[in-house]
């Protein structure tokens, strides 16, 4: 079947303009994660729902970012007055059921990513 | 929170040789371990992970330990191949509230030489 995908691939946008970023996990998998990938380093934590509901949103910086996940599939990230300093590769990442749950066999599977860059 | 290190940042290995890359985390809570290969310009892949009541775990070429006492575990890799080359990231995952939250490290780029 299809693996995660993200849309779009690469997104250029101007300093202050606001962006979408949406990410269609594998069918069937309740737990989607975001990451923020920077050159050189490891993903970053964004926020992680299970279902329809963000379980945890810690990783957001800051009131400009914002996610949903309306009908527990698709998922979309908006970031609100884009600054420079927020680009980077935004990864999505789906598993069957919460990572890491005990006694499970659990893979998170990751998805191409969107390259965002802010002028 | 949780915090991962890292070592080496780079890794430069002959083909055949064995590599290994070493973390360490810093939250006793964290219990679940997991590694990703991540190839230029793809999307990170799981190759193995590791739970805190296993002490090693082996796949193929690829094995992982864990030393709950001292915080740290690492990748071996036996019989290197060129393509292995990628950047290996580790990840410690605590479980806030009930979800596994991974924190990643921040990657040993690993060039085996053919």
């Known amino acids: 079947g299809a693996g995660v995908s993200q849309t779009p691939s690469n997104k250029v946008t101007e300093k202050g303009k606001y962006v979408e970023l949406r990410c269609d996990p594998i069918?069937?998998?309740?737990?989607l994660y975001w990451y923020r990938q920077s050159l050189g380093q490891g993903p970053e934590f964004l926020i992680y729902?299970?279902?329809?509901?963000?379980?945890?949103d810690s990783g957001l910086p800051n009131d400009r970012f914002f996610a949903v996940r309306p009908e527990g599939s698709v998922s979309t990230l908006k970031i609100q007055r884009t600054e420079r300093g927020d680009s980077a590769v935004y990864l999505c990442?789906?598993?069957?059921?919460?990572?890491?749950?005990?006694?499970?066999?659990?893979?998170?599977?990751f998805g191409p990513g969107t390259r965002l860059t802010v002028l | 929170g949780e915090n991962v290190e890292q070592h080496p940042s780079t890794l430069s290995v002959q083909e055949g040789d064995s590599a290994v890359i070493k973390c360490t985390y810093s939250?006793?809570?964290?219990?679940?371990f997991p590694w990703y290969k991540q190839e230029l310009g793809k999307r990170p892949q799981l190759i193995i992970d590791?739970?805190?009541?296993?002490g090693e775990k082996k796949d193929q070429r690829i094995a992982v330990t864990l030393n709950k006492t001292a915080k740290h575990f690492s990748l071996h890799i036996t019989e290197t191949q060129p393509e292995d080359s990628a950047v290996y990231f580790c990840?410690?995952?605590?479980?806030?509230?009930?979800?596994?939250?991974?924190?990643f490290g921040r990657g040993t780029s690993l060039i085996v030489h053919p």
């Open positions: 990442a789906s598993s069957p059921i919460p990572l890491g749950l005990a006694g499970t066999t659990d893979t998170q599977y």
């Open positions: 069918s069937g998998h309740t737990a």
């Open positions: 729902f299970q279902g329809t509901g963000a379980a945890d």
């Open positions: 939250d006793s809570a964290s219990n679940y």
């Open positions: 590791i739970r805190s009541n296993v």
């Open positions: 990840a410690a995952s605590e479980r806030p509230g009930g979800s596994y939250i991974p924190t």
